[in-house]
């Protein structure tokens, strides 16, 4: 009998002694699978900042060259608005041809179309300009300057876009001209004083046209500016919910890992305990 319950002494401590085996061996199984995971997770991770600084790396590239530009655009202008009263880019302006005096040279009403700032100097008879169509009644032409009366140096008006048709030089040695439209029969009445002169008409490509029409529309400023802007900042918001989502990933998994995990001899041992 004695010999009896030691037999199975002996093979209840056997069974805990495997069950207890199993279980470390369980442990074990559940520690390296978790430290395999958590190796590619790293290996992800990594991969993913890899992704994410080549990412930044571009738009930084992409992003610094625009903001250089644009810098170098609005400078531009406030420069230009400043010194002549209208906007103008690398001293380009866009004027819009609002009636039909040069239509025989070929510019209708309504279009676009771009003048250049011009050393006065340089402007010759048949060339087109734009100006401000304004005289000051103090001294309305040439002959009515004198070392202390001549034309006030900023003067706005109505913007006009002419051919020269006559060039005078005041005695203080600054220019007025006289301006025709094409189609018009007589010149103008009004000579333009040299510095209310906005500049003039250039055969420009077509493609510098375009960019420079595209460049200061609406749209134009939403996808230069605004795009690339959004842009960088939807990279971003990408590259964090990325980063949540692994997260919240591993989290999950862990836990679920975790409450999936039972002991193996706890059946035992609550048996154990009942028949106690």
């Not at 309305?140 to 140096?153: C, L, M, S």
């Amino acid at each position: 009998m004695k010999e009896k319950t030691q037999n199975n002494i002996n093979k209840q401590e056997q069974q805990k002694e495997q069950d207890q085996t199993m279980q470390e061996e369980s442990i074990q199984h559940l520690l390296e699978s978790q430290y395999n995971e958590n190796k590619k997770i790293q290996k992800k991770g990594k991969l993913l900042k890899k992704i994410t600084r080549v990412m930044d790396i571009i738009f930084n590239i992409l992003l610094v060259p625009i903001m250089i530009v644009i810098g170098i655009v609005l400078s531009s202008v406030l420069v230009s608005k400043i010194k002549t009263g209208v906007a103008s880019i690398f001293g380009y302006t866009q004027i819009r041809i609002v009636s039909g005096s040069m239509q025989d040279a070929g510019f209708k009403v309504g279009e676009k179309t771009f003048v250049k700032q011009t050393d006065t100097d340089s402007l010759e008879v048949g060339d087109y300009i734009a100006f401000y169509q304004f005289y000051d009644t103090d001294c309305p032409n040439p002959g009515a300057v004198t070392e202390d009366v001549y034309p006030k140096a900023r003067a706005k008006g109505r913007i006009v876009f002419h051919a020269i048709y006559g060039i005078t030089t005041d005695s203080n040695g600054n220019r007025w001209f006289t301006t025709k439209g094409t189609n018009n029969v007589n010149p103008d009445h009004t000579q333009i004083y040299e510095k209310y002169v906005i500049g003039k008409w250039i055969d420009q490509p077509n493609a510098l046209t375009n960019f420079i029409t595209f460049a200061t529309s609406p749209k134009g400023i939403v996808c230069l500016i605004s795009l690339p802007c959004s842009l960088i900042i939807t990279v971003d918001v990408y590259q964090l919910i990325l980063y949540i989502f692994e997260y919240k990933r591993l989290q999950n998994k862990t836990v679920s890992q975790l409450q999936s995990y039972t002991p193996i001899n706890t059946k035992d041992e609550k048996d154990k305990k009942d028949k106690a």
